[in-house]
């Protein structure tokens, strides 16, 4: 049995901005599990479910949901009410087919935006976080929700950094495309006090041996500038998926 406050809940004053939730209205909140993204960068299914989307009143309804494999994550069921949701994964509702994308917003850091588009519904960037060899010689890529991907030396992909992006089609299993970072593609700053704003890299430059790099953005004829890190490039001539309204929820 576990103890009040254990490890299945978490006082709402001490939870991630992530969570979207009146802070004073009650003391306890859902903790989420160890998963594909980290606690300070998720939200639980149950707070998704019941506080941000309203499509449950409560935990009894969350659960009797997942339990009736009512919702999907990137394509496959999940039954846990505390499964980490985070950045770029795909919400599907089952029964009413509703697909929502987890961005950044402008109030809280995560935020679903619908999926309008179809053929974007099994689309998922991915951020390549680290990349490392491994025993045979192949190289190794982690992504920012996880997943890790091999190639061999002579893979075209191999030459990818940490920075780059796939575009993974999780119904197919497969990478439909690459996007590197570099100047003249697509951006979405996800995080810091530039959050939800798209738009084209001009520049990336090393300002100082010990600080991070500096990426510079062309928005709306401005040039707006952050740290590497916070950088995520969604794609070549245009967005590969829809950021329409993102950082106005």
């Given at each position: 049995m576990t103890k009040r406050g254990g490890s299945?809940?978490?006082?709402?004053?001490?939870?991630?901005?992530t969570y979207k939730v009146p802070r004073k209205h009650f003391k306890w909140v859902v903790r989420t599990v160890p998963g594909p993204h980290p606690m300070d960068m998720s939200i639980p299914l149950a707070v998704l479910l019941r506080d941000v989307l309203g499509v449950a009143r409560n935990m009894r309804e969350v659960k009797y949901m997942l339990r009736k494999g009512y919702v999907k994550i990137d394509g496959k069921y999940v039954r846990e009410y505390r499964f980490p949701i985070g950045l770029m994964d795909v919400v599907e509702l089952v029964p009413t087919k509703e697909f929502y994308r987890i961005l950044p917003g402008t109030t809280s850091p995560l935020a679903p935006y619908k999926i309008e588009?179809?053929?974007?519904?099994?689309?998922?960037?991915?951020?390549?976080?680290?990349?490392?060899?491994?025993?045979?010689?192949?190289?190794?890529?982690?992504?920012?929700?996880?997943?890790?991907?091999?190639?061999?030396?002579?893979?075209?992909?191999?030459v990818l950094k940490p920075g780059d992006v796939f575009?993974?089609?999780?119904?197919?299993?497969?990478?439909?495309?690459?996007?590197?970072?570099?100047?003249?593609?697509?951006?979405?700053?996800?995080?810091?006090?530039?959050?939800?704003?798209?738009?084209?890299?001009?520049?990336?430059?090393?300002?100082?041996?010990?600080?991070?790099?500096?990426?510079?953005?062309?928005?709306?004829?401005?040039?707006?500038?952050?740290?590497?890190?916070?950088?995520f490039p969604i794609g070549k001539e245009a967005p590969v998926i829809s950021v329409g309204g993102v950082g106005n929820e």
């Open positions: 299945t809940r978490l006082k709402r004053l001490a939870a991630p901005i588009k179809k053929k974007e519904s099994s689309l998922k960037p991915l951020l390549i976080k680290n990349k490392v060899m491994v025993k045979g010689g192949n190289l190794q890529f982690t992504t920012h929700d996880g997943r890790n991907f091999l190639f061999t030396p002579k893979d075209k992909k191999s575009i993974y089609d999780f119904k197919s299993k497969k990478i439909r495309d690459v996007i590197r970072f570099e100047p003249g593609v697509y951006a979405l700053v996800y995080w810091g006090s530039k959050r939800g704003v798209v738009g084209k890299i001009t520049e990336v430059r090393k300002v100082h041996p010990l600080k991070p790099k500096v990426v510079s953005l062309e928005v709306d004829g401005e040039v707006i500038e952050t740290i590497f890190k916070y950088v």
